[in-house]
């Protein structure tokens, strides 16, 4: 591959955002991704306060990958979120719904069955931030990995004990109780700075004289009320939660608890509410599809839902920081960038690789980079020539890209591909894997010498 060739990139990439209202795009970016990005940022300071206080534990626990995908999702979101603030992304999104809004308002019919739709749209974004607080407050809540556990115990617990004073069937009532037994236990540290993070969103979004933000705190600062609860609540774990369970002791009394009891008739009704609303926005969008193919027929795409594409683009640097980014990196870049910043940097390379093994030429192209319109879930794609022949995998975009969940720009943005010539040489010079090396060549199966000998041949 050189620069200017053509490349296509076959994969199934997720959802995106490219046909979504402005009333639906403003939304995301005054309320839901600002939730989000603070959500992610409170998780990962937990995680990272917990890796240096118990540095042994973390790593048996690979804290460290889980603040890589907390990171992921934390540099998608502010992708997002500086796109939705351009001023040049969003003109261009209200220009083309403008147009499609005159065509629907000079043509009776489509008139007539659209002539409200995106009216109703854009109420619909106006119900939803009625609820703003409590999208912030309960965002995550009952996420396993980065929240409390003892909130869901809590929870467990407050449905269980009202179905028992109610009389609830019997299995119903031991079903509950299974489900409670079965949550297990985050290391008491990371457990305390779970249950800080919820309470300082609980503060962030409520506000410090809401009901549930006064239960939570009773009183005291984020980081002693966390602790207070945790020590005077038999859900602080799953043996405790297990033995109040078992010797009847577990009453509406426990201060986890009483919070859930203050919870559950807010995030009730927020829930509910927001099923309503997705419901019907949800078969307004696909009225917004009906209409625009009848506009444009095929010359617009339908938003991605990972079903399968192919994406063209071509091979191409662009303008990057006040210098040019080239269309390759090679093996001589990921050494300079090893040998400037050291081992533990964010640029370490495994021990077998820190010393270039003999035979490897450093000159060989390592990632390169095309104008394809790739985005989310399209890691792992296969890159190929128009004459089919693969010349690299897909797996990421750069920080420009990140605006391709709302528009293609195939100005600022590019995918990222290995090459197909740095998995080669990798397999050849560094993992000694000849033989595989050989059949991704020729397209030939090659027997080890151990399995010829077996097979008599």
Not at 54 to 77: C, D, Q, V, Y
Not at 83 to 97: F, G, Q, S, V, Y
Not at 112 to 125: N, P, S
Not at 441 to 450: A, D, F, I, S, W
Request: net charge negative.
């Amino acid at each position: 591959m050189e620069p200017g060739d053509v490349v296509f990139v076959i994969g199934n990439p997720g959802s995106t955002n490219r046909l979504r209202t402005i009333a639906q795009l403003e939304y995301q970016r005054d309320l839901e991704v600002p939730v989000r990005i603070a959500y992610y940022v409170s998780r990962l300071a937990a995680l990272e306060s917990y890796s240096q206080a118990e540095p042994e534990r973390a790593e048996a626990m690979n804290i460290r990958n889980l603040m890589f995908g907390l990171s992921n999702s934390l540099k998608a979101r502010r992708g997002q979120l500086d796109a939705l603030r351009d001023p040049l992304i969003m003109a261009m999104k209200w220009d083309a719904e403008r147009q499609l809004r005159e065509v629907i308002r000079e043509d009776a019919e489509l008139r007539g069955r659209y002539g409200t739709l995106f009216d109703r749209v854009a109420e619909i974004q106006q119900e939803r931030v009625k609820y703003r607080a409590s999208y912030g407050a309960f965002y995550g809540l009952a996420n396993p990995t980065y929240g409390s556990r003892t909130l869901r115990r809590a929870a467990l617990a407050q449905a269980y004990l009202e179905a028992v004073a109610g009389s609830a069937p019997a299995d119903s009532v031991t079903a509950m109780k299974e489900q409670l037994r079965e949550i297990g236990d985050h290391p008491g540290e990371l457990e305390l700075r779970y249950l800080t993070a919820r309470f300082t969103d609980f503060q962030r979004y409520l506000g410090v004289d809401h009901e549930i933000t006064r239960a939570a705190l009773r009183g005291g600062t984020l980081a002693e009320a966390a602790a207070a609860l945790l020590e005077s609540s038999a859900l602080r774990d799953s043996t405790r939660a297990a033995q109040a369970l078992t010797d009847g002791s577990l009453t509406p009394d426990d201060p986890a608890v009483g919070l859930a009891a203050a919870i559950a008739p807010v995030y009730r009704e927020f829930a509910e509410a927001n099923r309503r609303l997705s419901r019907e926005e949800g078969q307004l969008e696909s009225d917004l599809g009906r209409v625009r193919f009848d506009v444009y027929g095929r010359a617009i795409p339908p938003d991605g839902t990972f079903s399968p594409r192919i994406a063209d683009g071509v091979v191409k640097g662009y303008e990057y920081n006040g210098t040019y980014a080239p269309p390759y990196t090679t093996f001589y870049g990921l050494y300079d960038l090893y040998s400037s910043h050291g081992p533990g940097s964010e640029w370490d390379v495994a021990e077998r690789w820190r010393t270039p093994p003999r035979g490897l030429d450093l000159s060989t192209p390592l990632n390169f980079i095309s104008t394809a319109d790739t985005y989310g879930g399209n890691s792992g794609s296969p890159a190929v020539t128009p004459e089919l022949e693969l010349v690299g995998l897909n797996f990421d975009r750069n920080i420009e890209g990140l605006s391709r969940d709302f528009i293609y720009l195939p100005e600022r943005g590019r995918n990222v591909m290995v090459d197909v010539r740095a998995i080669l040489a990798a397999l050849d010079q560094v993992y000694d894997a000849d033989r595989i090396a050989m059949e991704l060549e020729t397209g030939r199966l090659y027997e080890t010498e151990e399995a010829a000998d077996a097979s008599g041949h």
